[in-house]
């Protein structure tokens, strides 16, 4: 076992290159570039150490074109006895890398212990950590029993649907074939995230009637019903929400409430158009939400509260109508810290820095949800490198001591569940 900590360490070039050549692919999602060549790049590496690989296609789903095809590599290697399989899955698609950069966000650049590029944080550095992790751990211990796999999935930047959801309903994620997931997001290498906060997205849209824009008298404007909406929100729904808190770790601190975003308003002139606008009343405005909410909250509760507030104002303002439609709704998810997964990652902490971890919940979900909903498989915990405020911001970067430690910490935690009871 020190030897196969120490061989970790003395891989830390390659563990930057590898970083850096995964950078490299610009993953962009939307629209969903370059999956099909990242993948057969980590596929290929992997057939190095005796994985099988197989690519899944996610056919059908939202973005899957032929232009840009949704694939997922899968990669396992089965072991010379029975035992449990430890899945290590990460995504591979990144957001856009937008203004600010002070370098190529795509040329993966390696300076002062670090490595810049979008999706170096989040989450491709993990994503290395723990390919060199498990290759490391296979040369330490070549005959292990139970299998071990790894993927890279597409899509979890915009809800997983063609990745670890596909994936998930197809039994990829299920009992017999894996016992226990570990998800390299990037929560810091000294702590364990058991879970996320739930989340519903839906959208709403009010109605008007159509009149010409000098006369809106004789129409009825979409956009003044949403903005009474709006307000019933800021006078009624938002003080109510700042003051639930829940006894979940959610980190930060500001979100161990309930929180509603506002992610964007729809209505009217469309955005795209040239020259002047025209001078109509909009019959449709269309508002779309991201509640995020606690444990200690139902579903029904969650939605009921917005319905109140549109039935109410259905009942109070004249012509107001509306209509509401459920875009995603994920329950709020708390692996136990002493279940198996959690445990072994706790031990490798433990090891590697001589302390108790820190046991955390994702503000946001990730592709834990679908593992839990689709696959019914609930031993899975976060656990990477980086600094989640580093994600999805310019200059991004992932430090490369945190990805050695990170892998010793994942390595010691596959050592210790594929030789549990042994």
């Not at 957001?95 to 989450?123: H, K, L, Q, S």
Request: net charge negative; hydrophobic share 40%.
């Amino acid at each position: 076992m020190d030897r196969m900590l120490e061989s970790i360490a003395a891989r830390r070039r390659d563990l930057a290159e590898l970083t850096r050549d995964l950078v490299r692919f610009p993953t962009v999602n939307p629209p969903g570039d370059a999956y099909g060549p990242c993948a057969a790049f980590i596929g290929e590496r992997l057939k190095k150490s005796g994985f099988a690989v197989e690519y899944v296609r996610g056919e059908g789903e939202p973005g899957d074109t032929d232009r840009y095809p949704r694939i997922n590599v899968v990669a396992r290697r089965e072991g010379t006895s029975p035992g449990s399989c430890v899945h290590f899955n990460s995504h591979i698609d990144v957001v856009e890398p937008g203004e600010g950069w002070t370098m190529d966000p795509f040329e993966g650049v390696i300076r002062d212990g670090r490595v810049y590029g979008r999706g170096a944080c989040d989450m491709k550095g993990g994503l290395a950590a723990s390919i060199i992790a498990v290759e490391t751990f296979i040369e330490a211990y070549p005959d292990h029993p139970g299998a071990i796999e790894i993927s890279g999935t597409v899509d979890e930047e915009s809800g997983g649907f063609g990745g670890v959801a596909y994936l998930a309903a197809k039994g990829y994620f299920s009992h017999p074939r894996v016992d226990h997931v570990i998800i390299p997001e990037p929560l810091n290498k000294d702590r364990v995230c058991l879970g996320h906060r739930g989340v519903w997205w839906a959208e709403i849209e009010t109605k008007g009637e159509i009149a010409h824009g000098s006369m809106p008298f004789l129409g009825d404007c979409a956009i003044r019903h949403m903005g009474a909406l709006l307000a019933a929100f800021e006078e009624k729904l938002f003080p109510a929400l700042d003051r639930r808190q829940t006894r979940m770790p959610v980190v930060p601190e500001g979100a161990r409430r309930s929180t509603m975003n506002i992610n964007s308003v729809r209505g009217g002139q469309a955005d795209d158009f040239t020259g002047l606008p025209s001078p109509n009343v909009p019959d449709s405005c269309k508002l779309t939400i991201d509640r995020r909410f606690l444990l200690e909250e139902a579903i029904a509760d969650v939605k009921g509260e917005v319905v109140g507030i549109l039935d109410d104002l259905k009942a109070q303002r004249p012509n107001f109508d509306y209509e509401i439609r459920d875009i995603m709704e994920v329950m709020p998810l708390m692996t136990e810290k002493d279940a198996p997964v959690a445990s072994a990652v706790a031990h490798g902490i433990r090891q590697i820095f001589d302390r108790e971890p820190d046991y955390v919940i994702s503000p946001g979900t990730y592709d834990q949800k679908h593992i839990a909903r689709l696959g019914h498989l609930y031993d899975c915990v976060a656990y990477g490198p980086g600094v989640l405020d580093l994600a999805h911001r310019p200059d991004e970067w992932v430090g490369i001591e945190d990805m050695v430690q990170s892998a010793q910490v994942m390595a010691l935690a596959l050592e210790k569940l594929l030789y549990a009871g042994s």
